[in-house]
Every structure is written in C-alpha cells, then in structure tokens.
C-alpha cells in the first residue's frame, strides 16, 4: 500500500511540473506571437507554483510593460523570487536591477560582483552574455570597457540569443572591432531565430539605410514590424511611425498614428509628444488643444525631454489648459534637465530678459552653459561671440572659431559668415581661402 501511495504521490507531483513546463512553454509561445497579456498570465500561474523560470518572465514583463502595467519595483521583487528558485537568468535580472538602479537603490558594486560570481560559477550562456555586455559598455568607476574580454565571454555562448546580438553588435558599431555589416547581419538573424526581438529591430535600421545591403524600405518596413509584434519594441514603433509620416510613396497619416499609439501604450514618452503634435495642428485627427495637452503632459511624465518642452509652453499659452507660468518655469526646466537643448537656450533668454519669468542672471548663465553643452546652435554663436569681443570672458579667437563652427556646421546663417571670415582671416584657425569660400557659399544658400 505504501508503495502504491508513494507512486501516486510521485505520479501527482510530475503531472504538476509537466503542467507548469507546459505553462510556461505556452506562454513563450505566445510572448514571441506579441500576445503579451495572454503570456503575462500564464507566467503568473506558473510562478505561484514556484517556476523560477515563469519568476523571471513574468518580472521580464513588469519591467519592460510587457502585457501588464509597467512597475520597476514590483519586477525587481519578481526576480528575487525566480532568484530564490535558483533561475539563473533570474538572478542575473536582479543584479542587472542593483547596476542600473532599477526598481531598487543603485548599487554597481554590489550588482557587477553578482554578475561575475554567476558567469564564473554557474557557467551559464545567459550570464556570461551579460556579463559580456559589462564590458562593451563598461560601469563607470567599476568596469572598464574591455571588447577582448566581451569576445572570449561570447565566444563560449554561442547559442544565447542576447549573446549572438551582441556578436552582431561588434561587428555593426564602430567599438574597437572593423565594422563589418554581413557579419553584423548574420548574428542579428541568429539571434532573432532564437527568440532576440530587438535583432530585428537593427535588421530593419539596416534594410532602411543600406548597411551592408542595398536599401529597402519594404524589407525595413518588415522587420521593424517583427521587432514590434514579437517584443513591444518601441525603438521599432516609433521607427514605423517615422517611416509612414516622411517617406513620401508610403505617406499613411493614420499608419502613423497607429504606431505612435501602440508606443505610447508601452509607455514611450516621445510618442504621447508626437500624437499631442497631432492635436494641436490638427493633422489626421480634429485639432483639439485639450487633447493635445493630456499626451504632453503624459509624455512630459515619462521624461520625454521634448514633452517637457511642450507642456512648458502650453502652460506659457494657455493652451489646452489654464495659463499658469509657475508650471510653464518648472517644466522648462524639466525639460532642459532631460537634455533639451532649445529648452535650455529659450530659458536662458527668458531669464535675461525677464520674458515670461523673473530676471536672473545666475540661472540664465546656469542654462546658457547647458545649451552650449547641448549645442545648440544659437547658444553657440552666442558663446563664440563672448570669446571674440571678450565679453565677459578672456578674448580668445581660438575659442571663438571653434564654437561659431559648431554653430555653422547646424547651418546657423551668422555663423557661417563668421566662419568664412575667420578662414579668410586666418583669425583662430588657419588660413584657407577654399573653406572661406564652402562658409560663404552656405551663408548665401541661407539667404
């Protein structure tokens, strides 16, 4: 009888592990088919009954918005559970969550080490791959870019999608290796055919502009959309959007917006921007200024630097909203702080002239300095003209050309005239007549 339990139990307990493998099987099926919500429930059954590996999915989906709302702190939770699971990938998550601070305090020293201590230990293709990935992209003060390293690791995990990507990606970039796009190509096709989304996303940037393959738009057109429906890659959706907006034989204002709305809805910032900028022109949908406000404010909330700047102005109007400068000031300054570098130089003649908000001299220098930074091209002719007259700085004709050029080179018509001046002149710069002569030559096509 004893035996006959025991076999019973036995029987019961593989019957519940074939049924959360087959769980989780279905549901990576059905990740890669771009059914996300359907994925993101089986990887939460699975997981209740302690499959590490569904642990990891279902924190995969967290992170990324993947078929549930996104949430950086509950993810990080979810790996440590696939983590105590003893899933490999899982632990790996966790640690890449303590390097980059998502969903838990930045801690790179801590997250590197768990890192290394798995490729090392564990042997496992997926940690080493990650691993590999440390030392492309180096951690500032911890890991130190080292591509000799990155090949030795990705020589050993030949058959990890993410590795075979970032084989591709060596040979794509120009990151101590000769660029070679067939090669490229051909490890972004592996990658992809084991499951590796945002392979195909790079297969379409290499189709659209010809690297390594004559260009097709089509083919590009395809791949982006691979990239999209298999990943929620959002790079692709935005990609799709750009290409049915300014390629004018597939000119599709609707196709546009249909991507631009799946974007958004994986909670890409610069995509609520663009569907505002809709609204307000009133291009493929009725001009509606409140509409066009929600997406600003919207993109503005997820850190879209240009969405920043355009909430800052809808408050600055009126527009769609009640006009209130106090929150037009902050999301300028928002937006300045998200790299925007025409946010930065209207803040900074904002705040010398005292247009809109308080005269500060401090803050507008502060904000001068960044649009420089950002280089932007009136900020730059204006800082070349400080160094050339000597105002406020040592007068410094060096410091001039070079910052009056970083002007001209974005087509800024007074900068190029400077330019050609300078190398006529000699002043700066040497002497050359011929490149005098290309800056007079743009200053006229500039009017």
Same mark, same amino acid.
């Given at each position: 009888?004893?035996?006959?339990?025991?076999?019973?139990i036995?029987?019961v307990v593989i019957?519940f592990?074939v049924?959360?493998?087959?769980?989780t099987?279905?549901?990576?099926?059905?990740?890669?088919?771009?059914?996300?919500?359907?994925?993101?429930?089986?990887y939460?059954q #699975?997981a209740?009954? %302690?499959? /590490?590996y569904?642990?990891?999915r279902l @924190?995969?989906? +967290? *992170?990324?918005?993947? !078929? &549930?709302?996104?949430d950086?702190e509950?993810?990080?939770?979810?790996?440590?559970?696939?983590?105590?699971?003893?899933?490999?990938?899982?632990?790996?998550?966790?640690?890449?969550?303590y390097?980059?601070?998502?969903?838990?305090?930045?801690d790179?020293?801590?997250g590197?080490?768990?890192?290394?201590?798995?490729?090392?230990?564990?042997?496992?293709?997926?940690a080493k791959a990650?691993l590999a990935?440390?030392?492309?992209?180096?951690?500032?003060?911890?890991?130190?870019?080292?591509n000799?390293?990155?090949?030795a690791l990705?020589?050993?995990?030949?058959e990890?999608?993410?590795?075979?990507?970032?084989?591709?990606q060596?040979y794509f970039?120009?990151?101590?290796?000769?660029?070679?796009?067939?090669?490229?190509?051909?490890?972004?096709?592996? #990658?992809?055919?084991? %499951?590796h /989304?945002y392979?195909?996303s790079?297969? @379409?940037?290499? +189709? *659209?502009y010809g690297? !390594? &393959?004559?260009?097709?738009?089509?083919?590009?057109?395809s791949?982006?959309?691979?990239a999209?429906?298999?990943?929620?890659?959002?790079?692709?959706?935005?990609?799709?959007a750009?290409i049915?907006?300014?390629?004018?034989?597939?000119?599709?204002i609707?196709?546009?917006l249909?991507?631009?709305r799946?974007?958004?809805?994986?909670?890409?910032?610069?995509?609520?921007d663009r569907?505002?900028y809709?609204?307000t022109l009133?291009?493929?949908?009725?001009k509606?200024?409140?509409?066009a406000f929600e997406?600003?404010?919207?993109?503005?909330?997820l850190?879209?630097?240009n969405?920043?700047l355009?909430?800052?102005?809808?408050?600055?109007l009126?527009?769609?909203?009640?006009?209130d400068?106090?929150?037009?000031e902050?999301?300028?300054?928002k937006a #300045?702080e998200?790299?925007?570098a025409?946010a930065a130089?209207?803040?900074?003649?904002?705040y010398?002239n005292?247009?809109s908000f308080?005269?500060?001299e401090?803050?507008?220098e502060?904000?001068?300095q960044?649009?420089?930074?950002?280089k932007?091209?009136?900020?730059?002719?204006?800082i070349g003209?400080?160094?050339?007259?000597g105002k406020?700085?040592?007068k410094?004709?060096?410091?001039?050309?070079?910052?009056w050029?970083?002007?001209?080179?974005?087509?800024?018509?007074?900068?190029c005239?400077?330019v050609?001046?300078?190398?006529?002149?000699?002043?700066g710069?040497?002497?050359?007549?011929?490149?005098?002569?290309?800056?007079?030559?743009?200053?006229?096509s500039?009017g």
């Amino acid at each position: 009888m004893k035996k006959i339990a025991f076999r019973a139990i036995t029987i019961v307990v593989i019957a519940f592990l074939v049924s959360c493998g087959n769980k989780t099987k279905e549901a990576d099926e059905l990740r890669l088919q771009g059914e996300f919500e359907k994925a993101a429930e089986l990887y939460e059954q #699975a997981a209740k009954h %302690g499959d /590490g590996y569904a642990w990891f999915r279902l @924190g995969n989906c +967290y *992170q990324t918005g993947l !078929g &549930v709302d996104k949430d950086e702190e509950r993810a990080f939770d979810l790996y440590k559970k696939g983590a105590k699971e003893d899933c490999i990938q899982a632990q790996v998550e966790e640690a890449r969550c303590y390097i980059y601070g998502k969903g838990i305090d930045k801690d790179e020293e801590k997250g590197v080490k768990m890192i290394k201590n798995l490729a090392e230990e564990s042997k496992h293709p997926y940690a080493k791959a990650r691993l590999a990935s440390l030392y492309t992209d180096g951690v500032e003060d911890v890991v130190e870019k080292d591509n000799e390293k990155a090949l030795a690791l990705l020589k050993e995990c030949k058959e990890e999608p993410y590795g075979l990507y970032l084989m591709g990606q060596l040979y794509f970039n120009n990151n101590g290796y000769e660029i070679d796009y067939p090669k490229a190509m051909d490890y972004f096709k592996k #990658a992809y055919e084991l %499951g590796h /989304g945002y392979s195909a996303s790079l297969l @379409g940037y290499m +189709y *659209q502009y010809g690297k !390594g &393959v004559s260009p097709n738009i089509q083919e590009a057109i395809s791949w982006y959309t691979k990239a999209a429906n298999m990943r929620g890659n959002t790079i692709a959706m935005m990609n799709l959007a750009n290409i049915y907006y300014e390629n004018d034989s597939l000119k599709n204002i609707q196709q546009t917006l249909s991507w631009l709305r799946k974007a958004a809805k994986f909670g890409n910032g610069d995509a609520y921007d663009r569907i505002g900028y809709f609204y307000t022109l009133g291009e493929g949908v009725e001009k509606n200024d409140s509409l066009a406000f929600e997406n600003f404010k919207k993109a503005a909330e997820l850190k879209s630097a240009n969405g920043a700047l355009n909430l800052g102005v809808q408050y600055m109007l009126g527009c769609g909203t009640i006009k209130d400068l106090k929150e037009s000031e902050k999301w300028y300054i928002k937006a #300045a702080e998200y790299g925007n570098a025409e946010a930065a130089w209207r803040l900074y003649a904002m705040y010398t002239n005292g247009d809109s908000f308080p005269k500060d001299e401090i803050k507008a220098e502060e904000f001068l300095q960044k649009a420089v930074k950002a280089k932007h091209p009136e900020a730059c002719y204006h800082i070349g003209a400080r160094y050339y007259w000597g105002k406020s700085v040592e007068k410094n004709y060096q410091q001039a050309f070079i910052y009056w050029k970083l002007a001209a080179d974005q087509g800024h018509l007074d900068a190029c005239k400077n330019v050609a001046y300078c190398y006529k002149n000699g002043e700066g710069c040497t002497k050359d007549l011929k490149k005098a002569e290309e800056y007079e030559n743009k200053a006229k096509s500039k009017g």
